[in-house]
């Protein structure tokens, strides 16, 4: 289920892209699948491990076009371990509410992405994530859960003021946001709820079909209630000349580089 949009975000092959904060790897595998050099970037070692083995099926699967390459790499947001100007595209999906020196962050994104290089972030949007707060405590309040609830307006301020154009947004995955309220007000770990396993039905077999009554009705929820908010941003400046800025690493390998 990706939440960034590659029509608006486009990908070209051999673009070194780095997915920061990959978690398990949705986006980090549509990229490699697209044909560019991807990064994936998290703390978690035991997903990176994951992520590195689902890179290897899909080239042994013959799903990845020649020339494209993964790795996965382990540290820090707020350190990034990479040279400055480093890449060409980067996402930060679902990432930046975790943390709580985010302007860190965002300032570590500006340092890696290549001058005229696009940044896409996603974090859930302000309405649904309030519901979910208001619901339930444990929602939030779980090691490593959300700091913060962004506005759009936030995110982009922030992300101007660290240095970022801004280039356009919009609101994804509408169906979700009820399914989290049915979580919050049953308990988000309450697996076992007849409501709550009902609609995980229904969003699976959404996500597997996309019947067109669904993409219709999630196209009219999300500009209110969709879960996740999409922002897209441009660094300044002109990409240099092709060669002036290092390729990607190639391999497949897991690099540790905890910072």
């Known amino acids: 289920m990706l939440t960034v949009d590659f029509q608006r975000f486009p990908l070209s092959p051999g673009d070194r892209v780095l997915d920061m904060g990959c978690g398990a790897g949705r986006h980090a595998f549509e990229v490699y699948r697209r044909g560019a050099n ?13 992520v590195s083995r689902m890179f290897g099926a899909m080239d ?31 996402i930060a999906a679902e990432v930046l509410e975790h943390i709580p020196d ?14 005229g290089g696009r940044l896409a972030v996603t974090v859930p949007s302000w309405l649904p994530e309030r519901i979910c707060w208001a619901l339930s405590e444990d929602y939030h309040t779980a090691p490593g859960g959300h700091v913060r609830i962004y ?30 309220w049915i979580k919050c007000a049953v308990g988000v770990n309450n697996d076992g709820n007849p409501l709550a396993k009902a609609y995980h039905q229904v969003l699976v077999w959404d996500i597997m ?3 067109l009554a669904t993409r219709v009705a999630e196209r009219v929820l999300n500009p209110v209630i969709g879960k996740s908010v999409v922002v897209y941003f441009t660094k300044p400046g002109s990409p240099g000349p092709l060669g002036d800025v290092p390729s990607g690493d190639g391999g497949k390998e897991k690099t540790d580089a905890a910072v």
Do not use: C
């Open 209 to 211: 079909k996309r019947p």
């Open 102 to 115: 985010d302007m860190s962050a965002m300032t570590e994104l500006l340092r890696v992405l290549k001058p």
């Open 60 to 90: 042994l699967a013959g799903e990845v076009p020649a020339g494209a390459s993964a790795k996965t790499v382990q540290g820090n947001a707020l350190g990034l371990p990479f040279p400055d100007d480093s890449f060409d595209k980067i």
């Open 38 to 50: 991807v990064v994936a970037f998290d703390m978690d070692r035991e997903e990176l491990a994951e």
């Open 151 to 180: 506005t759009r307006a936030e995110l982009e301020a922030k992300l101007k003021a660290t240095g970022f154009l801004v280039d356009g947004h919009h609101h994804a995955h509408g169906l979700h946001a009820p399914y989290w």
